[in-house]
């Protein structure tokens, strides 16, 4: 803990990284492009999770389980999906190791060669939907709402922990509708629980919108995303919502008879998140200090540090100190007593804000004295001395507006680096710029031109906004006529 | 619904899988040997890993996820661990797909070929291990208490659904100590939990012991185990607890400076469960006409049935259910409400009693006259008509009583088919008989005595029970002379 982090107006890049190792989130392992991930990220993973399965469930879905490996075939039933997956994936050939008969190793067993290879999972789609055939014969068994909660690989020879790593774990839903109205409206729902989710709860602001062709999901039809901003002004996908039309359900013939006794293809969504969303995370708020954490997805909400170093002073701060923890968490606060007396009161402090707990609270002899507690917030590291009496409260307005105040900090930032412009010059001088940021321009609609600026700037369309309206102009490039602005930025 | 399931006493095997796919619980998938977890089977799961990550916090532990591929070269670090999963593991050799040239598929790269070969984890101990190396250093990062939750994979010729399976769901637990002592002790403390759960939760008593040297876990010095007794008197093992002594830090270098700055190898447990307890489950309770579910793990605990056909019964009937429900799911029940109108209640009546639903309540116009709802319970089956007024205590203590009551039967089933024998004449009519059963015996110790009784009977030896006082005697096959008494028994 002596040694600061690299800021982030210097390194940015740097900064992630270390940031990820020194607060115990994650580390790379010994198997190419895979992440070990520390309990305590984990911890965050699985308040994500817990929030998320909830609102799955609230919005009618279940969970299943399908299995990890695909046969090799099955990717190559959907024309595009096969593009998109079978290029990246880790392919399993070989069921048995045996003894190296000419070392001390093991080898693989040539006589194990399966008759037909298998794929790790990138996505599930084609397994899934080669299992719904079996679920779906009439319009009654619809609509089908499953979610899987999996861990997925595609080959990733660059990793960055969290943000793109050959193995993560995501959820990833799976819907099958009798209509194509009622899919589009499954694929919006979605978007909006995640955007309500990454918002509300991750503090994290996010512009929905949609993919341009080029850059939608192989094998989907339509491809929604949410777009959230990083505090260097790269754009982050948090999340996408896919209508897959018929795709699929042609791919793996999963036809339903209609009330009218019809046959017709079912119609079919997906959408996921991922552990991405941490990397998210932590670009959205941290400092350089270390982690910011919005209290609705920390690990721990509140740390408690004694200040007690003497066995009278100890005896007298640490029954205070447990009851206040015992009253905190039947409040339900998660709250964490830090009495290792190994530690000095100033490295827990540096750990603490490290670990981006949102409120500290200190309590020693004099606190008990006076009947107070000396709080201190995270994200603007305000401190204050609090009466005892009623702190409960204190902290409980403190935490929502803890959370509040990032999500406003996010917003302001997005704010401040959202450009609309009209000039191929000023779009460069924008992401070329220090801070980079979000641009709003008019674009031909055409791939090519789409590639000309990634090359030429680095940026990519990131999405067309849903809450835009139509707009007459011209290609920022080409000066063709354009009837939408949409969003270009660097990407993570 | 029409057809009956096979009766246990007739063809119990068929009666498993018959019932498995009927109340839709999993299905095999076009991966070999892997299933698919359908929603109901997976709501199961999720009910005992929620109940499990509860009691593994409460006793200190936190969860963190590690990479599904480990380096080949990892699992021959251990020499008994090599033998035990190098044998049947899939083997990842490539990287990409790509075109096939001459078809319309895809094949394998051959282009892409990795340098090492991985192997999907069988179970995560040598990955783990060689990550534990970087984070301990001293006594101070002792004890490490991590558990993972974690698809695996062991190649498996002949699945049977829950049972055993190629890929299966799990946790792991994998600990870190600075003593032996505190390593058995963390042993024999997860060996409790697992012994809590089964009973308290699952409504399945089982037997604490420890595994014979042949039949322990590849790496450890002692495997405990918690046995249960299925309907048809076989075993089946519901958990393992491994004190791993230093073998995997040995293996993996992983050293501690102690207290007086010595360095010493660090002591290893490892612990697991899998969905193979939902096979348990099912086996443990159910009943020729579908699953009985304990009302801890079931999905549903209440199902309302309304009796209306006719519009205005309906008008009168479905506010009144709709409003037990609402009262029920507040007093924290799990519920439904099965107000489908395309189906009849005899066929609800039926379904429901597949799926295990614990108690089923009915409610007609004649019972709105009368103020009753007629609860009937899964288990027993008796039915009684209630007063409206005062049904929820009622049926949360009827919820309470079919959970013990559940746990008494087994019991009983157990305690009937436990047979204590000292004749091998005797121990073959027990095992070879309809009920089969455990058998309490003599045995010399001897693994090729165990073999033996294996290759004749069928029968393995399930565990040395722990609470059995020592007691001189003779081996039940070879007359040699025997310290104390194991049970045998055939197993799943």
Chains 1, 2 share one sequence.
Request: proline share 5%; glycine share 6%.
């Amino acid at each position: 803990m002596s040694q600061k982090l690299p800021k982030r107006s210097e390194d940015y890049s740097q900064w992630y990284i270390e940031l990820v190792k020194r607060a115990d989130l994650a580390q790379h392992s010994p198997t190419r492009g895979c992440m070990v991930i520390k309990p305590y990220g984990y911890a965050i993973w699985e308040r994500m999770q817990q929030q998320l399965d909830g609102m799955f469930k609230a919005t009618g879905h279940v969970n299943a389980y399908f299995p990890l490996l695909i046969p090799k075939s099955f990717l190559s039933r959907e024309a595009e999906h096969v593009d998109g997956f079978a290029m990246e994936c880790a392919v399993v050939t070989h069921h048995r190791l045996k003894r190296d008969p000419n070392g001390t190793g093991v080898i693989v067993d040539p006589e194990a060669k399966l008759e037909e290879e298998y794929v790790i999972r990138p996505t599930s789609e084609t397994i899934i939907w080669d299992t719904y055939k079996d679920w779906i014969q009439s319009y009654r068994d619809l609509p089908l709402l499953i979610n899987q909660w999996a861990n997925v690989m595609r080959w990733e020879m660059k990793p960055r922990l969290f943000l793109r790593t050959a193995e993560f774990l995501w959820q990833e839903g799976h819907t099958a509708h009798a209509t194509a109205e009622e899919a589009v409206e499954e694929t919006l729902k979605m978007l909006e629980v995640y955007t309500q989710f990454s918002e509300e709860f991750l503090a994290i602001p996010v512009i929905q919108g949609i993919k341009p062709e080029h850059e939608k999901f192989p094998g989907a039809v339509d491809t929604y995303c949410i777009e959230a901003m990083m505090q260097d002004g790269k754009a982050l996908q948090a999340g996408t919502s896919h209508f897959l039309g018929q795709n699929f359900a042609k791919a793996f013939d999963v036809t339903f008879l209609d009330a009218e006794n019809k046959r017709d293809f079912v119609w079919a969504t997906s959408w996921g998140v991922s552990t991405r969303l941490v990397g998210a995370l932590i670009m959205a708020h941290s400092d350089d200090d270390g982690l910011v954490l919005p209290p609705s997805v920390a690990p721990y909400q509140v740390v408690i540090v004694p200040l007690a170093n003497k066995p009278e002073e100890q005896e007298k701060v640490l029954p205070v100190a447990k009851n206040l923890e015992n009253h905190l968490r039947q409040a339900g606060i998660r709250v964490k007593l830090d009495d290792d007396d190994s530690k000095r009161p100033g490295w827990k402090f540096a750990e603490w804000e490290l670990k981006g707990v949102p409120v500290r609270i200190v309590l020693g002899s004099r606190d008990i004295e006076n009947k107070t507690l000396e709080i201190a917030r995270r994200d603007t590291r305000e401190k204050e001395s609090v009466a005892m009496e009623g702190s409960l409260t204190y902290i409980q307005n403190l935490l929502s507006s803890i959370q509040t105040g990032l999500l406003d900090k996010a917003k302001a930032l997005r704010t401040a680096n959202f450009h609309t412009v009209d000039s191929y010059e000023e779009m460069k001088n924008v992401l070329q710029g220090d801070k980079g940021g979000f641009v709003l321009a008019h674009w031909d609609g055409k791939r090519e031109t789409a590639e000309k600026i990634k090359e030429e700037l680095k940026a990519t369309i990131r999405c067309i906004p849903r809450d835009m309206p139509e707009e007459e102009g011209k290609c920022i490039l080409t000066g063709a006529p354009s009837k939408r602005r949409v969003i270009f930025a660097k990407a993570y």
